[in-house]
């Protein structure tokens, strides 16, 4: 696994886009998927695993449990793929992660919470060719069919209605990528997609292609420069969080005397 260290926007554009033109189609194109997070020394561990380590196997009372208490809101979900990418989006406890297709808005999820703007964080990066070569033949030959590299919810159902079906396809576990239906606008919007892997027990770092991941480690001191830049292009809460709540999280952190309190070096910088 290979670090980046991130000292300015302009480092962060240099590294996201780094060998993304394709000759081929002479367009900028690559495969890597992204995934942001707030301190640098947080590993890739799912919600299920943080809330459940002692029981993993509560993971289907709580995916009944949502289905029960949600059922109004869920009525339209007939998708067993769909309905874990919708509890994941809304904070129920899963064995998924969350990733998006734009380094930008993972540069968001580095850099939205004011609380640790005191440490480093970290936009995870891996290529998802790496990670398929390591899938079962059938999940493969189905990619293959498709054309695709990342799965869809159809296709996935094609092969493993659940995860109990996904797991048996393989006695060694694998990691996929699935990328779910845009049933609402924060799912759309934060170009996102999911991991997961067949066994709730292993994480992503413990599979052979965790060597294929790069962190690029967002330094402590560039954290509000990229913060505000992400803001001017359109990048903060309320487009992640559509809705009320994403506004107020928006106005509450630009308007936090933030400035005085990590910019007082890069400010006697600019004196003259």
């Not at 690029?216 to 809705?243: F, H, Q, T, V, W």
Request: aromatic residues 12%.
């Amino acid at each position: 696994m290979r670090d980046v260290l991130i000292e300015s926007w302009d480092a962060l554009h240099s590294a996201v886009f780094e060998n993304v033109w394709d000759p081929a189609i002479m367009r900028y194109r690559n495969n890597r998927v992204y995934r942001g997070m707030s301190d640098g020394q947080w590993a890739l561990t799912p919600s299920l695993n943080r809330a459940c380590p002692q029981d993993l196997s509560l993971e289907k009372i709580l995916l009944r449990s949502f289905m029960k208490y949600g059922y109004t809101e869920l009525q339209g979900c007939n998708s067993f793929w769909e309905l874990v990418a919708m509890g994941q989006q809304f904070g129920l406890p899963t064995r998924l992660l969350d990733w998006t297709y734009s380094p930008l808005v993972a540069a968001h999820f580095a850099t939205e919470d004011i609380d640790y703007y005191d440490r480093d964080g970290v936009i995870w990066c891996v290529n998802i060719e790496d990670v398929n070569a390591n899938l079962p033949p059938s999940l493969r030959q189905k990619l293959s069919e498709q054309r695709a590299d990342i799965f869809t919810r159809d296709i996935l159902e094609d092969v493993a209605h659940n995860f109990t079906s996904l797991q048996a396809l393989s006695d060694q576990p694998f990691a996929l990528f699935f990328e779910p239906a845009s049933t609402v606008n924060r799912i759309a919007n934060q170009y996102a997609l999911f991991s997961a892997v067949s066994d709730p027990a292993v994480t992503l770092l413990d599979l052979p292609e965790s060597e294929c991941f790069v962190r690029l480690i967002i330094s402590k001191k560039a954290k509000l420069e990229i913060r505000d830049k992400l803001d001017y292009i359109n990048i903060s809460e309320r487009m992640i969080y559509p809705g009320l709540d994403g506004i107020c999280r928006w106005i509450a952190r630009r308007y936090a005397p933030l400035g005085p309190r990590y910019n007082a070096e890069h400010a006697k910088e600019e004196q003259p």
